[in-house]
């Protein structure tokens, strides 16, 4: 038996100098037989933790903010580079570990650690 949704290819840059910003993707797969909706991340590690896709638009590449994200019974997602991504706001401090909290409303759906990188 599968968990209901699972995170894997984990990446979450090393925040950038002076802005304390970094990037998360993953790729998020719902092995339940509903629909999963995620409306909100957190993590203890950064101030704001918001899900964006990026889209081009007369051939320029803007960060626009999702809402939510759904993720259809027996489906993924893919968070990547110029497409969905979470922007990590905020570092507090030196960051060794980062724990991401997905949430589905106040339910909380999955806590997942990684060691920060480069992607």
Do not use: C
């Amino acid at each position: 038996q599968l968990p209901p949704l699972v995170v894997s290819k984990l990446v979450v840059t090393t925040p950038m100098g002076g802005s304390g910003m970094s990037a998360g993707y993953m790729v998020l797969t719902n092995n339940s037989d509903q629909t999963v909706t995620i409306d909100r991340f957190s993590s203890p590690q950064f101030a704001k933790v918001d899900l964006h896709e990026t889209q081009i638009e007369n051939e320029i590449a803007r960060m626009r903010p999702l809402k939510s994200i759904s993720i259809e019974a027996g489906s993924s997602v893919v968070f990547e580079k110029g497409g969905k991504h979470l922007m990590l706001m905020g570092a507090k401090g030196g960051i060794e570990q980062v724990t991401l909290n997905i949430y589905e409303g106040d339910t909380l759906l999955l806590s997942v650690n990684t060691r920060p990188g480069r992607n």
